[in-house]
């Protein structure tokens, strides 16, 4: 199929010109937007990370108890408690330390944080 059947076969808005903003970043931009992704994602996982310890030290400070004293099944099942809800709360944006976190270290690498913002999942949109 040469290129003139290719083309009338395409609907129209398929041949419609990308506009500036829509285009994915070039170069050095892609560098910078791949770098402000990752510290995301660090600054993410930190903050899950903490919370799992937070609350891991809040249970210890609780007493359980149960009618066995040399059954550690209540210590376990609150441990995996709170280890799910610390996945849970990093997943759904977390306490927003995070972001706080992501901001210092892109500052400190040069990561220019009014283009590249902490609530930045679309990158392409801060180009």
């Keep these: 199929m040469d ?3 290719l083309l009338l ?3 129209v808005a398929e041949l419609t ?7 994915p970043p ?3 931009a892609q560098d910078t ?3 402000a992704e990752a510290l995301r994602s660090t600054a993410r996982r930190f903050e899950t ?12 400070t609780i007493n359980y108890t149960s009618l066995d004293e040399e059954d550690d099944a209540g210590d376990q099942i609150q441990g995996l408690a709170g280890s799910f809800m610390a996945d849970a709360l990093g997943q759904n944006g977390g306490v927003g330390l995070w972001k706080m976190i992501y901001e210092d270290m892109a500052r400190t690498q040069g990561i220019d944080t009014a283009r590249f913002p902490a609530e930045g999942s679309r990158l392409n949109e801060h180009i």
Excluded: C, F, T, Y
């Design 3 to 5: 290129s003139a059947q």
């Design 9 to 11: 076969n395409k609907p």
């Design 17 to 23: 010109p990308m506009r500036p903003h829509d285009m």
């Design 26 to 28: 070039q170069g050095e």
């Design 33 to 35: 937007s791949r770098r």
């Design 49 to 60: 990370l903490l919370l799992h310890q937070v609350i891991k030290q809040m249970n210890e």
